[in-house]
């Protein structure tokens, strides 16, 4: 469904607050701003290897996080749904583009979604 | 927007694979099952005020845990979300019974929604 730093950094934006602030600091340096292990080591003086650690073992505890409780999953479930629903909408106010009244309506609907990437 | 009871109810579905496990037992058989401080302080012997603390402790760590994460507001904002969506096609179908095609295809839409109840 996803690749693995994709799926990491979802894993992250939901149990992130959950580990401890050096692994914290190492997952924000390694995938939101995308620096180097090196990098990374230099800017903590640590090693590459503790770097390394650190990164591996935050994923660990966010995949055991997910593992207990499944919120990223049920999240994606809904977020699915809603999408479909979205892309459903759009066919229908094409395929009635002479029906104001109507096309008022599902755009409504579409409102309700739009609201929720805010 | 929800009572004390059924909120900690709802973070409990949500967090309570982070718990103990005596917190968790403790909820179950309060929250769920019902019983009394004196029953499951009977059921664990221990005191009844050793249960009142186990819930209050149970009842923090799950209202910290959505401080931190919000996972629980977020669910909850999509889910409104969901059931506006609904009621709004519920009308369109019920202002447009004549027209069947349009009427199947906004069943189609609602049977998505269903879908995530199951």
């Given amino acids: ?3 693995k ?3 990491v950094s979802l894993l992250y934006d939901f149990y992130g607050e959950l580990l401890t602030h050096r692994q914290r600091d190492a997952m924000q340096l390694y995938h939101e701003e995308n ?4 990098e990374i080591a ?3 003086s640590i090693s590459r290897q503790g770097v390394h650690d650190a990164l591996k073992n935050a994923e660990k505890a966010l995949y ?3 593992q207990k409780l499944g919120l990223v999953s049920k999240f994606a479930k809904t977020r699915d749904a809603v999408l479909q629903i979205d892309s459903k909408l759009d066919r229908l106010i094409k395929e ?3 029906d104001k009244d109507l096309i ?9 979604i739009d ?3 805010e």
Same sequence: chains 1, 2.
């Fill in 104 to 112: 008022n309506k599902l755009e409504d609907i579409k409102g309700i």
């Fill in 115 to 117: 609201e929720l990437d």
């Fill in 1 to 3: 469904m996803f690749d």
């Fill in 96 to 98: 009635n583009h002479e």
């Fill in 5 to 7: 730093i994709a799926e």
């Fill in 64 to 66: 055991e996080y997910e």
């Fill in 42 to 44: 230099q800017e903590f």
């Fill in 35 to 38: 620096l180097s292990l090196s």
